[in-house]
């Protein structure tokens, strides 16, 4: 039997239909040989959309890690003065850049995707083509990152008018905005994979990315934590995101940021794979 | 004569449900194959196996002389698919889907464009280049399907209900259109629930019912060979049943004449038919049709009268 035919599984369920028959091949071949170039005429296509709106959606994903900038750098950071030495509003602006990156690569490929997926069956029209659907996938989370990319630019751009970038390293947190872009648009397609309906991302939100947005020390230094969440915000691959950018604002970088970027590629990498089978499970029954 | 398609034995499963159970046909280059059947008999199933969307979970399927799915790319690249759901790109504006989709297929910029001005003209859409979809009609929008599967000059084109909720006027457009195609040499296969679709443009076609090829032929074949030529439909009075109607019209029912009942009309087929019309003792106020026999009576009679949901 052909090859792609094999990588039904047994005995999962499909959701609709019941549990699966077994099926006389059950080799499995790597959903990573399925992808090509063509990944980026998917990303394309998302570009091409996107210059329509861009304004909106600028100044959608600028507006909300700005105003937390101003609310908390200025209220709070008269209270707080100064963390580690800097002051408050300084201290803030490397973490909000990731979290910037973070929600605009969230919202794309959970809200964005899961419409092309079902509502609007553009998945469904690119697979008519020689695209494949890991193509689709892949396009979809380099769009998510480069969404992710642009928010996290904005940010900067903002923060440099107001003199909060204090060393030339901080440009660097443009690739780092990429590279949080990518795993949160790869987290985010798993999700979709499993979604049922819209309602289902507000799960995903409350429980997962508010928990990242606060607890990966944007706000305060993970270390005020208890010892066991200090563990848990380890966890939290914004945390590593957050380090890094913070020693990229400051300029004072160490090869302790090395471990940081790997565990964000590693962490990324997984995700990526997983997101891939997931949405070739659901969508190829 | 080549052929473009064949599938033997192919079968989908869905868990322990079966949509297509066993299927084997072939389509030679150039023709117009249909799949008639009604709702639910796996014509969109098969459809989607032969456009590489859905696994086959047993037998065999050669697209232009590939295993489908194995090669997926390279028979993607060759055919053209016009699905039954419409899924235009709603974020696109009407030249832009072609665009778009012709980037999909990797066809070079320029080639792409000349491509779709010469689609967009010959499905009468040119003046609408710049329209978003939602401002165009029903019609349009499947005209711009078929466009658009048409992008990659392909060889085979697979239609899955090409006029399902179009009006009259707009669905023999596409089907004029079709044959132009037909007679470029592009190779049909489509499926319809529509007999006057099928009659219009099949050369051949099957009748599916329940995962299963019921007949197979041309449609005038089948009708000559399954409804004869004329058909006589007598409507029953209330509380009248197949026997006593029989009775009440009086008539010898010459030998060869097959006699079907369904909840209201009785319907004879019969290759005879004048004189089983002599033998009907006219009652006046009886509803007594007598027609051609259609498709439609070689589709009732193997998938029956009941009503499928």
Known sequence: MSGRV???????????????????????????LNLSWRAFTVWYRDIKVWTKFYKAS????LGEPLLYLLAMGWGLGRMVGTVDGIPYIEFLAPGLICSASMYAATFECTFGSFTRMTRQNTFDAILATPVSLEDIVAGEILWGATKGFLSGTAML???????LVKSYWAVLTLGLAFLIGLLFASLSMIVTARAAAYDFFSYYFTLAIAPMFLFSGIFFPVTNLPDWAQTFAWFLPLTHGVNISRALFS???SLKLLVDLMWLVVFFSVLFVIALRGIRKRMVL | MSTVLSASELTKRFGSFTAVDGISFKVDKGEC????????AGKTTTMRMITNHLPVTEGSL???????MANARKVKARIGVVPQENNLDTDLKVLDNLLIYSRYHGIPKKEARHRAMELLEFFQLADHAKSPIPQLSGGMQRRLLIARALINEPELLILDEPTTGLDPQARHVIWQKLRQLQSQGVTLILTTHYMDEAQQLCDRLVILDHGHILIEG????????????????????????????LDAIGGVIPEGTEVECSADTLYLYSSDVSSVLANLTAESDRTVLHRKATLEDVFLRFTGRDLRE
Do not use: W
């Open chain 2, 62 to 68: 050669s697209v232009l002389g590939m295993q489908v």
């Open chain 1, 6 to 32: 094999t990588e039904i599984e047994i005995g999962k369920e499909t959701g609709h239909y019941g549990p699966r028959q077994p099926v006389m091949t059950p080799k499995r071949e790597s959903v990573l």
């Open chain 1, 251 to 253: 300029g004072d970088l």
């Open chain 1, 58 to 61: 600028i100044l959608g994903n």
């Open chain 2, 218 to 245: 041309s449609p005038s074949d089948l009708i000559r060979k399954h409804a004869g030529s004329e058909v006589i439909e007598i409507r029953l009075r209330e509380d009248e049943d197949k026997e006593s109607c």
């Open chain 1, 157 to 163: 751009l903002v923060m440099s008018l107001f003199g």
């Open chain 2, 33 to 40: 194959f249909g799949f008639l059947g009604p709702n639910g």
